[in-house]
Nanobody, 118 residues
């Protein structure tokens, strides 16, 4: 069964940290890149971090130096460590499996809410 399940969202004060987890079924984890996206109310969904099967990573400038994506191959899990959080990081965060190069993601999780208070 194809599955992506996010966890770890919540409410945090500005400057704080959260770690999100994305547990993937083996069929996804072994075949696809994994990327975290977010969508805030009234805004387009945006990529915040991606990781390839070999561990290469990509970040937009908005989160570079604050967010770290990693993967645990033994647990079929990808993590997003978010530090120095800002109110503008507030969004629903989704993990997705697909191709970072072509920006095509056939599989998505249900999302987890992250709220950063000022």
């Amino acid at each position: 069964q194809v599955q992506l399940v996010e966890s770890g969202g919540g409410l945090v004060q500005a400057g704080g940290s959260l770690r999100l987890s994305c547990a993937a079924s083996l069929s996804i984890f072994s075949r696809y890149n994994i990327a975290w996206h977010r969508q805030a109310p009234g805004k387009q969904r945006e990529l915040v971090a991606g990781i390839g099967s070999g561990g290469s990573t990509i970040y937009p400038d908005s989160v570079k130096g604050r967010f770290i994506i990693s993967r645990d191959n033994a647990k079929n899990t990808v993590y997003l460590q978010m530090n120095s959080l800002k109110p503008e990081d507030t969004a629903v965060y989704y993990c997705a499996a697909g191709s970072i190069a072509t920006r095509t993601y056939p599989y998505w999780g249900q999302g987890t809410q992250v709220t950063v208070s000022s």
